[in-house]
């Protein structure tokens, strides 16, 4: 008995169909949750890129702010105890360690500044992503206008 060599509707074929004209209903629900999917994929794809390097971005401005405060410590027990040693031959050392200590600390403030803004919401968003997802309904929402 000799078999048919064409693919039946029930027999899936290994040759990529043609989407262009669908013959069937059921082929149009396959082919838009197909499309739906990657669509999905790509989508997540481009999120997990985007918060990848904005978390690049939020350690960037950690290690700053933590490198800051280091400084800001460690520079205001060095130059309070400098200044008073050597302010206190020309001024009172509570002065000398008051003078030093401001200085020190607008520093480590701007230096601390600096980094904090690094953290600001606006670096955080996956805009590409929005965007797209946006793009994605208004083609998924057109009702047939051109």
Same mark, same amino acid.
């Given at each position: 008995?000799?078999?048919?060599?064409?693919?039946?509707?029930?027999?899936?074929?290994?040759?990529?169909?043609?989407?262009?004209?669908? =013959?069937?209903?059921?082929?149009?629900?396959?082919?838009?949750?197909? =499309?739906?999917?990657?669509?999905?994929?790509?989508?997540?794809?481009?999120?997990?890129?985007?918060?990848?390097?904005?978390?690049? $971005?939020?350690?960037?401005?950690?290690?700053? $702010?933590?490198?800051?405060?280091?400084?800001? +410590?460690?520079?205001?027990?060095?130059?309070? +105890?400098?200044?008073?040693?050597?302010?206190? +031959?020309?001024?009172?050392?509570?002065?000398?360690?008051?003078? $030093?200590?401001?200085?020190?600390?607008?520093?480590?403030?701007?230096?601390?500044?600096?980094?904090?803004? @690094?953290?600001?919401?606006?670096?955080? =968003?996956?805009?590409?992503?929005?965007?797209?997802?946006?793009?994605?309904?208004?083609?998924?929402? @057109?009702?047939?206008?051109?």
């Amino acid at each position: 008995m000799a078999r048919s060599t064409q693919p039946t509707a029930s027999q899936p074929t290994d040759e990529p169909q043609s989407y262009e004209q669908p =013959q069937t209903i059921r082929e149009l629900v396959r082919h838009l949750l197909v =499309q739906l999917s990657t669509l999905f994929r790509q989508e997540l794809s481009l999120a997990t890129a985007e918060l990848s390097q904005s978390l690049t $971005v939020v350690l960037g401005g950690a290690t700053s $702010v933590a490198v800051a405060g280091a400084l800001l +410590f460690a520079g205001l027990l060095v130059l309070l +105890f400098a200044a008073v040693l050597g302010l206190a +031959f020309v001024v009172p050392a509570w002065l000398a360690a008051v003078l $030093v200590g401001v200085i020190v600390l607008l520093i480590g403030a701007l230096l601390l500044g600096l980094g904090l803004s @690094r953290f600001r919401a606006t670096n955080l =968003q996956p805009r590409r992503t929005a965007e797209s997802l946006r793009k994605d309904k208004d083609v998924l929402t @057109r009702q047939g206008s051109p």
